[in-house]
């Protein structure tokens, strides 16, 4: 006689469990922005920190460690202490991006972020000891900069509550919109300290203006009201004429035409003080997105409660002779018809057609959501298909990444069609440029 205890057979997962288990994903998502936020939001103070270093850097450069010596120090030790802290920040979302990586992508590029952190102590010494130009240390440090921007870039890819991904690909695109700011200072810094804008220094303004102009556009479709307030009040700033007839003499005078070196000066502070606002802009969106993902968490964790509560309540007068009271609304006609089709087939009538109501509001929310996220989506993806199309470019033509975006642009401008639809169309011909 066989007298050993028969293990229970396991019991098998219901509609239910499930249902309970879609809006526990939402909450472990909205749990991990909130996580990220802090990432985020160190990325972002110490992309700025780096971009004041690397003007710091270029005036030092330029003028033969005659100029900025000891505000190039200070602003190190500063880069520093935001470099700590970004540390400190990953280092606490570590075990959420590892144990349940949600992109590959995201984490090979703080990979690649790290690495040039890493490679920035080298830098900073051959800037010190004047053995880098200019040029190749803005390279260095923009480089650098790009790569921690793509790590936000590539976190709002991840984003499933529209909301809290129209912040993110708002601030995204102001970060990137900002940096293109840092860039064009150096440009013109170059060019008006040398007394004059050869074509290449003026094309490549012209190229980083409009690259600004595209970020900024992005940023006003997604910003919240706060945000954009401080967006037109900074655009309203007298500041800004000055920074277009600064532009006007870059990108037109010609090559022949001498200007006052002493400019640089006027211009250097111009545009850091343009940049020191574009970060109260990114700040104020920064608040926002917390808020929001704060918001959004108590209300998910809330909706949770709710809904187990509901299930249990259900559950429990599942056997009941008693009518349960529908409490969710069906999802039309079709879903009152679904459920009669379900108690037709013999499933509890009530309880069966209770569960399905809450299947049908959920599923019905979940595409409202991914219907509103899609714009979101698409502005992400838009950008990674132009850097796609840049490279391309940059190997089939054997040109550098100034000219393959003006490739790019004259090919939008000659078809008459957008950037991104140029940018999908070659991308999808990718085989036939190589």
Request: net charge negative; charged share 25%; hydrophobic share 40%.
């Amino acid at each position: 006689m066989n007298t050993r205890k028969q293990q229970p057979l396991p019991q098998t997962p219901t509609a239910a469990d499930y249902l309970i288990a879609s809006r526990q994903c939402e909450l472990m998502n909205l749990q991990y922005f909130l996580q990220m936020g802090k990432l985020v939001q160190s990325i972002s103070a110490l992309v700025h920190g780096l971009q004041r270093e690397r003007g710091a850097s270029n005036v030092f450069l330029g003028s033969g460690g005659e100029k900025f010596s000891r505000e190039r120090e200070a602003m190190v030790a500063d880069s520093e202490r935001l470099e700590d802290l970004f540390s400190q920040a990953l280092s606490e979302v570590h075990s959420e991006l590892t144990a349940h990586p949600v992109s590959s992508h995201l984490l090979n590029h703080i990979a690649t972020a790290l690495y040039g952190i890493e490679s920035l102590k080298e830098i900073r010494v051959q800037v010190k000891g004047l053995s880098l130009s200019a040029a190749e240390a803005t390279s260095a440090y923009s480089h650098l900069i790009h790569n921690l921007i793509t790590v936000v870039f590539e976190a709002a890819d991840t984003v499933v509550d529209p909301s809290i991904a129209g912040l993110l690909v708002a601030m995204v695109h102001l970060m990137n919109g900002k940096e293109y700011c840092g860039q064009e200072r150096a440009v013109g810094s170059a060019g008006f300290s040398s007394g004059g804008f050869d074509s290449a220094l003026s094309q490549r303004m012209m190229h980083l203006i409009e690259a600004q102009e595209r970020c900024f556009d992005v940023f006003v479709s997604f910003a919240d009201t706060e945000s954009k307030d401080l967006w037109h009040k900074l655009r309203a700033h007298d500041r800004e004429q000055e920074i277009e007839r600064f532009r006007g003499l870059g990108c037109s005078v010609g090559r022949y035409k001498a200007l006052d070196p002493e400019l640089a000066d006027t211009w250097f502070a111009l545009m850091t003080e343009r940049i020191d606002e574009l970060k109260k802009v990114e700040d104020a969106v920064e608040g926002q997105f917390h808020a929001r993902c704060v918001e959004r968490f108590a209300e998910a964790r809330g909706s949770l409660a709710d809904q187990e509560t509901l299930i249990a309540s259900l559950d429990a007068q599942g056997q009941s002779s008693q009518p349960l009271l529908v409490l969710c609304e069906t999802g039309g006609e079709s879903g009152s018809q679904a459920g009669d089709a379900w108690a037709s087939e013999g499933v509890g009538q009530q309880f069966g057609r209770s569960i399905f109501d809450l299947v049908q509001e959920q599923t019905h929310r979940l595409q409202q959501m991914n219907d509103e996220l899609q714009s979101a989506k698409e502005a992400l993806e838009d950008r990674k298909t132009q850097e796609k199309a840049v490279l391309l470019l940059m190997e089939s033509r054997g040109i550098d990444n100034d000219q393959a975006h003006r490739v790019l642009r004259k090919l939008a401008m000659d078809q008459g069609r957008k950037l991104p639809e140029v940018a999908r169309a070659l991308v999808s011909m990718a085989d036939v440029l190589k």
